[in-house]
């Protein structure tokens, strides 16, 4: 592969990497169904609309912690999604 092309392959993977780590986390719990698990997952998603515009606010100069930030925020929110899931398994 010729040098240049290495660097277009990764700088496209790292693009692709960024846009994964840049999206919102989704709200896909049933308050119907689990309430408190779907209000936590609301909370969880209004911090990190918080810590995005804090982000933008500061030009993104926040030495790499509100990125990381967000990226505990987006598992969080997964991990309550599983949370509710295994609630279901099990017929709660």
Do not use: F
């Not at 840049?22 to 609309?49: C, E, F, K, M, T």
């Not at 606010?57 to 309550?80: F, I």
């Amino acid at each position: 592969m010729k040098p240049t092309a290495t660097v277009i392959a990764i700088a496209s993977l790292s693009l692709a990497a960024c846009a994964a780590a840049a999206q919102y986390p989704v709200r896909d719990i049933w308050y119907s169904h689990h309430p408190n698990l779907a209000r936590a997952q609301d909370l969880v998603a209004q911090a990190y609309g918080s810590v995005r515009a804090a982000r933008q606010a500061n030009e993104y100069q926040l030495g790499g912690h509100a990125a990381k930030a967000e990226q505990y925020l987006y598992a969080a929110s997964r991990e309550l999604k599983q949370a509710a899931n295994t609630a279901n398994r099990e017929g709660r």
